[in-house]
């Protein structure tokens, strides 16, 4: 039987045009969805925009606009930075989606039914920013953590999720699944603040009306983070067949602070829903500015247009993958950015991309055994990708480009005329590019076009057949 594979992205804010943060989870995502599929399993990709909330309210009102009127505005700049971005999702699901409302209704009535959600006060501090709550001692000076901007201070009648009900549960789920938690490194952080206790969770607000309605009190609207999280459901029909072909996801992909609602908050309302829970959620790091995060609300941000107009869609998505391991931050630099596009994609895979087809068509090429290949560890490739070790992936295939490169050096098949040597160096050139389709999908459609090879991970193990191969195009010019 074919294997699923179910990826998702988180659900981003309509406030502004995507940035580098929201391209770098999405490439990543495609990333996964690109290897699972060329390894011929049966893939779905989710993502979308989270459309509710003051946030995007008071984004709206500030360009004095209606704030459907205002999201329906952004949307499509989302769906074109994904589509020059070579983003190949399944589906955008946007919250404002009748059949995502009426889904994320039912899940609150029927948790309403259990009994996990009653009416009380809530009494706290608000980030509009990242549309959450704050206790006290998680502020400084009164701001944000993350956004460093001041909080808001309510006091409000609100309804309660019983968070704290799950505690147990969540503790013991998490233990059993020591890999739902990723990278590791985040996992004791939030088993240690889930031992500490847990309170329930505020869902509901009533001093804004921009969101769903509680099916069970008019007066309140789901809170945001209840009605985004749904989308991971919503967005594959939920109880329909979709539903039951890819559920559980097999990946959430998120960043570092969004971590909490999906590793706790969002497995609750699983829990108390009685659906099955994702099998992972993978955590990556921030793209920083001087060390500090990149993000419109704190001044600088690079968006989609502006990092693809320095060196291209294929070098952007590279650079992003390969320039900090996932998980990590990384700081943002234009130089660093150029110097890879030069050095590693134009210098290294696009000289031996040209120079072997160039020596082809003087010299022709004979089919032989690619021993060369064998220094190449394609299982520990593979090992990788499973643990989401993009950095580490690339590292391993370019070290083999430069092997292949000294190869064409220390051969001269220009002077020896040995055409074998080619084949060898063309087979090899399958490889990287089959392995590189997931990372550079238009550059090594090119190469499979030159070659005359199939983007399939099946084709790795098969010698390539010879046809007819040409001096190639420049990939990748340089830049000054
Ligand atoms: N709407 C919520 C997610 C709901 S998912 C059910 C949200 N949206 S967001 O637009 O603010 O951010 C979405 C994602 O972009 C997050 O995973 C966040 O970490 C990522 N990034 C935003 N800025 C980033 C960087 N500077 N660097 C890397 N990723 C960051 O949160």
């Not at 009653?118 to 206790?135: I, L, V």
């Not at 993958?321 to 030069?342: K, V, W, Y």
């Not at 098969?462 to 040409?470: D, T």
Request: glycine share 4%; proline share 3%.
């Amino acid at each position: 039987m074919v294997k699923k594979f179910y990826v998702t992205t988180p659900i981003y804010y309509p406030n502004d045009i995507p940035h580098i943060g929201h391209a770098y989870t999405t490439i990543a995502a495609d990333v996964l969805a690109r290897w699972n599929k060329i390894l011929g399993r049966d893939v779905f990709f989710l993502t979308g925009t989270d459309e509710h909330g003051k946030k995007i309210e008071s984004a709206a009102k500030k360009k004095r606009k209606n704030v459907k009127e205002f999201v329906d505005e952004l949307i499509p700049k989302f769906k074109e930075s994904w589509k020059k971005l070579d983003i190949e999702y399944d589906k955008f699901i946007r919250t404002t989606d009748k059949t995502h409302e009426e889904l994320v209704r039912k899940i609150l009535q029927r948790v309403f039914d259990k009994g996990d959600i009653y009416k009380g006060e809530y009494e706290g501090y608000y980030c509009t920013e990242c549309e959450a709550y704050y206790t006290e001692k998680d502020l400084e000076n009164y701001c944000c953590p993350i956004h460093k901007i001041k909080v808001e201070k309510l006091k409000e009648e609100s309804y309660f999720f019983r968070l704290s009900k799950y505690q147990k549960e969540l503790l013991n789920f998490y233990r059993k699944n020591e890999e739902f938690i990723s990278p590791k490194f985040h996992r004791q952080e939030i088993l240690n603040r889930v031992e500490e206790g847990l309170n329930d969770l505020s869902i509901s607000r009533t001093n804004f009306d921009w969101g769903i309605k509680l099916p069970f009190d008019d007066k309140h609207v789901c809170y945001v983070w209840f009605d985004a999280l749904t989308n991971y459901i919503s967005g594959i029909d939920y109880p329909k067949a979709k539903f039951k072909k890819y559920w559980p996801a097999d990946v959430h992909l998120i960043g570092k602070d969004i971590l909490w609602f999906h590793a706790v908050i969002w497995p609750a309302i699983l829990i108390s829903s009685g659906i099955e829970l994702p099998k992972k959620v993978f955590a990556h790091g921030w793209w920083t500015f001087d060390k500090e995060k990149i993000s419109k609300s704190r001044g600088r941000v690079i968006n989609v247009d502006e990092l693809i107009s320095i060196v291209g869609v294929d070098s952007a998505r590279y650079f992003l993958l390969r320039a900090t391991p996932f998980g990590q931050d990384g700081d943002f630099s234009e130089g660093a950015l150029i110097e890879r596009h030069n050095n590693e994609l134009a210098n290294k895979l696009g000289n031996l991309i040209s120079r072997v087809s160039s020596l082809i068509e003087k010299n022709g090429i004979k089919k032989t055994e690619n021993k060369l290949l064998k220094k190449l560890n394609i299982k520990r490739i593979e090992n990788l990708f499973e643990s989401y070790e993009f950095d580490k992936i690339l590292n391993e295939i370019f070290s083999f480009i430069d092997v292949c490169n000294e190869y064409v050096q220390s051969k001269k098949p220009w002077e020896t005329k040995d055409s074998r040597v080619l084949y060898e160096l063309s087979d090899s050139i399958k490889v990287i590019g089959i392995l590189l389709y997931p990372f550079i999908p238009s550059t090594s459609e090119k190469i499979s076009k030159q070659f005359g090879f199939k983007i399939d991970f099946k084709e790795i193990e098969k010698p390539l057949k010879i046809g007819k191969i040409k001096k190639a195009e420049i990939l990748f010019n340089k830049i000054k």
